[in-house]
């Protein structure tokens, strides 16, 4: 979260939008939606842009959705600015079609496979549980499957 609070801390949001689940379904600003008598504000997909190119996408849905060519399932989000290469994701991985976290900013990488294994990419390559490489400190840590931490 301390990276996403940094991209947003220095920008304006330009813009929100609702929408339901459907990829067909419009997008609408708040004030459309409450002239929309059955929108499901429980429900909703939402979409933040920032001034300086991020854009956040959350699925409050209870299925999946497309958001910026990812798979965002229930409750999954995908945050990103193309500016400044930063992602934060909580989506389903394309391979293996589990859900996956993975976040990528200027000091360290972070991916998390909730027990699944998948390719992170980047400095992190391949894993299953939670690791993180820290750039600024030359570390990697990584959870064993026994919740205990490796640091390398």
Not at 85 to 110: H, K, Q, W
Not at 122 to 142: M, S
Request: aromatic share 10%; glycine share 8%.
């Amino acid at each position: 979260m301390q990276a996403l609070s940094a991209e947003w801390a220095n920008a304006k949001g330009t813009n929100i939008a609702y929408r339901a689940a459907s990829a067909s379904a419009p997008w609408l600003s708040l004030t459309q939606a409450l002239n929309q008598p059955s929108f499901d504000f429980q429900h909703p997909v939402l979409r933040v842009t920032w001034s300086n190119g991020l854009v956040v996408f959350v699925n409050h849905t209870t299925q999946t959705i497309s958001a910026q060519g990812y798979q965002l399932p229930a409750r999954g989000w995908s945050a990103t600015n193309p500016n400044t290469g930063f992602e934060n994701l909580s989506i389903l991985d394309p391979t293996t079609g589990e859900r996956v976290d993975i976040v990528r900013c200027a000091n360290y990488e972070m991916a998390d496979g909730n027990g699944f294994s998948f390719s992170a990419g980047g400095a992190i390559g391949t894993t299953t549980n939670l690791t993180v490489a820290n750039f600024l400190h030359g570390k990697t840590i990584r959870e064993q499957p026994d919740g205990s931490i490796q640091v390398q």
